[in-house]
């Protein structure tokens, strides 16, 4: 199993990325593993975002992705549907797996 490293990324550097997938996870879970989000990035659409370089040192690779809310109607703390987006689907896979790494442990 490869251990995921995290840090927060420069928005820009997430310019023209777009929707990977879903997770679903607590609000809380997500501050768990990847510290507070970015509040008010877009009024109505997105509440809180998460701005993430992701990297395994198992692969020696570097991911980009972020974590938001889109248009979800609800607060983040009662929101558990979250879009993941990133240049292609590894976005996603690092993202899951770093959730996966902190409930195991």
Do not use: C
Request: hydrophobic share 35%; no cysteine.
């Amino acid at each position: 199993m490869k251990k995921i490293e995290i840090d927060e990324a420069e928005p820009r550097m997430l310019d023209n990325s777009y929707l990977q997938g879903h997770i679903y996870a607590s609000y809380q879970q997500l501050v768990g593993v990847f510290g507070q989000p970015k509040a008010g990035i877009e009024e109505g659409v997105v509440t809180v975002e998460w701005a993430l370089r992701l990297y395994s040192p198992e692969e020696d690779r570097t991911v980009h992705a972020t974590i938001y809310d889109w248009k979800s109607g609800m607060s983040p703390e009662s929101n558990t549907k979250w879009n993941v987006g990133g240049f292609n689907w590894d976005a996603l896979d690092f993202v899951s797996q770093a959730i996966e790494e902190s409930q195991n442990g």
